[in-house]
Nanobody, 118 residues
Framework: VQLQASGGGPVQAGGSLRLSCKAS????????MGWYRQAPGKQREPVAT???????TIADSVKGRFTISRDNAKNTVFLQMNSLNPEDTGVYYC?????????????WGQGTLVTVSS
């Protein structure tokens, strides 16, 4: 499975960005897709995930500001980020988890940088 992320960039505080991650390859082997982020000097942390059926999990730090969605027909997951603040700055990584009973691997995209200025 290959994950191609896009949509990052510089933005001012209060602004919005939309990240996209398109999966290709052995799509049948993955289930949940989502986003992690890593701020400078910090560990990578989960931001949001969505299963193939549309169940979502959102980190408390972004709840109410970020929305995750998925287009299964296009094998693409989106992260709509609103009301961004400087603490949201970091590299955002797309992740795809294995489908139970079929897949065994977790896949990561190359990361896309989000920089929020005050």
């Amino acid at each position: 499975v290959q994950l191609q992320a896009s949509g990052g960039g510089p933005v001012q505080a209060g602004g919005s960005l939309r990240l996209s991650c398109k999966a290709s390859g052995s799509i049948f082997s993955i289930n949940d897709m989502g986003w992690y982020r890593q701020a400078p000097g910090k560990q990578r942390e989960p931001v949001a995930t969505i299963t193939s059926r549309g169940s979502t999990t959102i980190a408390d730090s972004v709840k109410g500001r970020f929305t995750i969605s998925r287009d299964n027909a296009k094998n693409t997951v989106f992260l709509q980020m609103n009301s961004l603040n400087p603490e949201d700055t970091g590299v955002y990584y797309c992740r795809a988890g294995p489908r139970l009973g079929i897949g065994t691997k977790t896949y990561w995209g190359q990361g896309t940088l989000v920089t929020v200025s005050s």
